[in-house]
Structures are given as C-alpha cells and as structure tokens.
C-alpha cells in the first residue's frame, strides 16, 4: 500500500511487519486489532508518532537440544478415518526434531478400530476412556504422574516442522505457542458456571469482566511447568472442571478460564508466547486436512511463519 493521502505511510519504502506491530503491542490487541489494514491504520494514526516498534530481528534458534526436563504430550482423539494419520504425523515430527525426549500420548475415547499401529520409541500411552474430558487431560495425568520438570503440550492436529527453541522454553512457569483476545466468542453464561466450580472463583470472574487483562490459551497446548501447574490446581481445582467437559463450546469456555488462571497470576507471560496472538495467524481457523495435504498458500505461509503447523478438525 503506497501513499493515500496528506496523512498516510507509504509502507513500500519502510520494513514494516503488520504481524510483529500487533504482537509487540498489547494495546493494539486489547482492542482487538487484528489484521493487516488494522496494523497499518493504527500506525498510519498513531504508531510512527510514538516510534513504536515495526518489526523484530528474525530469531534464529541456534539452541534447539532439550534436555530431560520435557516431556512431549499428545492428546489423540481419533473418530472419523479421515482423521487417523493426524497423531501419526504429530509423533514424527517431534520424533524428527526432538529424537531423545519421552512422548506420551493420551487417547481420549478413540475408536480403536481406526488406530494404526506404528513402531515407537521411548513413548507410552494412557488409555483414558472414561468422560471425554477434552484438554484438560494432560494436565491431569501431568499432576498424577509428574512425568518432569515441564510437560510440552499438543493437540494431535499440530506438526512441527521445525525443532522447537530450547532458549524459548527455559521458563520459570509456563508459555503458550498462541494466546487470544477476548472477544464475542467469550460464553457469556457457560464461563461463569464453570468458574462457579474452581476453588475462590470470585477472583476468577472478577478477572473474567475486565476483558484487558486476560487472554484465552489457544487448544490449551503450551509448556507448562510441574510446580506452577501445581499451584494453580492447589489455589483453584482447576481439574475439577475435567467430569464437566463435554461440547466443543465447553472446551472453548475451558481455553478461556485456563487463560485466566495462568493471566490472574502472571499475564505478561501470558501475552509472550511463542508465536503470538493466534488470530494474526494466516487463515486461522480455516486450514484444513485437505488444504494440509495440497500445500496451499495459506498452509505454507503458516509453515514459514511458525515451526508448530495445525490443522483445524471440528469434533
């Protein structure tokens, strides 16, 4: 986009990254600015005034060895053919980039007629067949079994494709690959009857109103540690929520309050994640198996982008 007119940038002659000027600037997605034109609108009015920072420093990750101290998760849910290969190619990736660290894959209520055996190492499996219980599962056998100091944690829809930074990882509590901005998906009622079951809930609504204080916890997938996931189950329950799980608009309230728990106590590190803000993401929500298996634009944009692909499967 040239010049407009008596106000306006012309960005053809500045580096100007529409994605890193939203991700460096919180104000910019409290408000839910979350697009290109958005990016170049706010700058245009307000940004080259204020000399607000236009673009990072490509990060090269040279530390990519992780020690012991993570554990990979995968939470496979298999119900339809079709969907069968995902957690296969989730456990090779990581096995690609991350050859030595243990895998554990938890199977929520899969239809064992559609799992493939293939050859794994150093990996187990938890069968849990009880209440589909979504996301929260691998938060609940972390605690149970405290497989090491820090769990990192995918959905069976997410490949990487590039080894994960071990520099990004070194974190005292947790960081998620994505967060997100309150918004009109937020439950207006769901939420709130769910936070009625944590432990001092009133702390949790409370947070839960002031929308410019938190952000959701994209598919709940992040590095969490052992010691600040056992805080917050001691200070909320927050695997009680687990028997209440049971809809898709139930896991997407859940991804909203795991945000408020994780923001009530450290919300900077809420909004540094590894990847940013997930709505800036190309054709987020869109990329499907198909596309994945084309190789669309949208899919290889994302791969530049991010060393975590995903694909979006409604189940």
Same mark, same amino acid.
């Given at each position: 986009?040239?010049k407009?007119g008596k106000n306006?940038?012309?960005f053809?002659?500045?580096n100007?990254?529409?994605r /890193?000027y939203?991700?460096? #600037?919180?104000? !910019?997605?409290?408000? @839910?600015?979350?697009? $290109? ?6 700058y ?7 000399n ?7 990060y ?10 993570y554990?990979f ?13 995902l957690?296969?190619q ?11 660290n243990?895998i554990?894959i938890?199977?929520?209520n ?18 849990h067949?009880s209440e589909?219980s979504?996301?929260?599962l ?5 605690l149970k ?6 769990m990192?944690?995918?959905? /069976?829809s997410?490949?990487? #494709?590039?080894? !994960?930074?071990?520099? @990004?990882?070194?974190? $005292? ?6 967060h997100?901005?309150?918004?009109v998906?937020?439950?207006k009622t769901l939420i709130?009857?769910f936070?009625k079951f944590?432990?001092?809930?009133e702390?949790?609504?409370e ?20 010691q600040f996931l056992?805080f ?6 927050f695997?009680k ?9 139930h896991?997407?309230?859940l991804?909203?309050?795991?945000g408020?728990l994780?923001s ?23 990329n499907t198996i198909?596309d ?9 944009k994302?791969?530049?982008l991010?060393s975590l692909s995903?694909i979006?499967?409604?189940?």
């Amino acid at each position: 986009m040239g010049k407009s007119g008596k106000n306006s940038i012309d960005f053809n002659t500045i580096n100007f990254n529409w994605r /890193d000027y939203i991700n460096n #600037n919180i104000d !910019l997605q409290q408000h @839910k600015i979350r697009s $290109e034109t958005g990016a170049k609108s706010h700058y245009t009015r307000h940004g080259h005034k204020e000399n607000r920072i236009i673009c990072n420093e490509k990060y090269i990750s040279k530390n990519t060895n992780l020690s012991d101290d993570y554990t990979f998760v995968i939470l496979r849910c298999v119900k339809r053919q079709k969907n069968s290969f995902l957690w296969e190619q989730c456990y090779h990736s990581i096995r690609k980039f991350h050859p030595n660290n243990k895998i554990i894959i938890i199977d929520n209520n899969s239809n064992q007629t559609m799992i493939k055996k293939i050859e794994v190492t150093n990996c187990e499996l938890i069968q849990h067949n009880s209440e589909p219980s979504g996301e929260i599962l691998p938060y609940f056998y972390f605690l149970k079994h405290k497989w090491s100091k820090y769990m990192i944690y995918f959905q /069976d829809s997410m490949f990487l #494709n590039a080894p !994960l930074c071990a520099d @990004k990882l070194n974190v $005292e509590h947790f960081k998620f690959f994505w967060h997100f901005s309150p918004g009109v998906h937020d439950h207006k009622t769901l939420i709130p009857s769910f936070i009625k079951f944590l432990k001092e809930p009133e702390k949790v609504n409370e947070l839960f109103l002031n929308k410019k204080e938190w952000f959701g916890s994209f598919g709940l997938s992040c590095t969490m540690s052992l010691q600040f996931l056992e805080f917050i189950e001691e200070k909320h329950h927050f695997t009680k929520l687990m028997s209440h799980i049971g809809s898709r608009d139930h896991r997407k309230a859940l991804e909203r309050i795991f945000g408020l728990l994780c923001s009530l106590y450290h919300f900077e590190d809420v909004h540094n994640s590894y990847f940013g803000n997930v709505c800036t993401c190309p054709n987020f929500g869109k990329n499907t198996i198909e596309d994945y298996k084309k190789g669309t634009d949208h899919v290889n944009k994302w791969e530049e982008l991010f060393s975590l692909s995903k694909i979006f499967v409604c189940r």
